[in-house]
């Protein structure tokens, strides 16, 4: 049976992918990035991840902060993580102990997807609301579901 997807699709990025995106105008973290400026994603990231990727970029990528910062005021949104110790306790045997505050806030943020390219790291039981991907996957996926709308 073929997915159904109802848009805005709401997704979570990890710092992963918002740096790619911010880096790179190629790839599937940039094109995920620009279907949430277009509405079709609703983009979520955590004050972590937030915090995470300027902490990266100030030290490794000088020249992709002002990019980043771009892109955190078009396509996503900021969750404030005043649950998170809730979703965190839920995540914890679901995610590497480094990663299990990300899924905490995703989860939190009621995010149907979770991109990163750290998918090792998350082992989401089945009847947890929430799928892990890679940026390409979740793009073959979202490409796969508009092909089949009716024109």
Known sequence: ????????????????????????????????????????????????????????LAEKLPDAFIPFEQIVIRCVTVYEDSTSTIFGSLASNQADPKDASILGAALGAGARFLVTFNVKDYWPKPDTPITVLRPADLLHRIRSGLSRLDT
Not at 5 to 25: C, K, N, Q, R
Not at 28 to 37: G, I, R, T, V, Y
Not at 44 to 50: C, F, K
């Open 1 to 56: 049976m073929a997915e159904a997807f109802s848009f805005p699709l709401p997704v979570f990025f990890d710092s992963d992918v918002m740096i790619a995106g911010s880096v790179s105008t190629h790839g599937a973290s940039f094109a995920l990035l620009q279907l949430a400026e277009l509405g079709l994603i609703k983009g979520t990231i955590s004050e972590q991840v937030l915090e995470e990727c300027r902490k990266n």
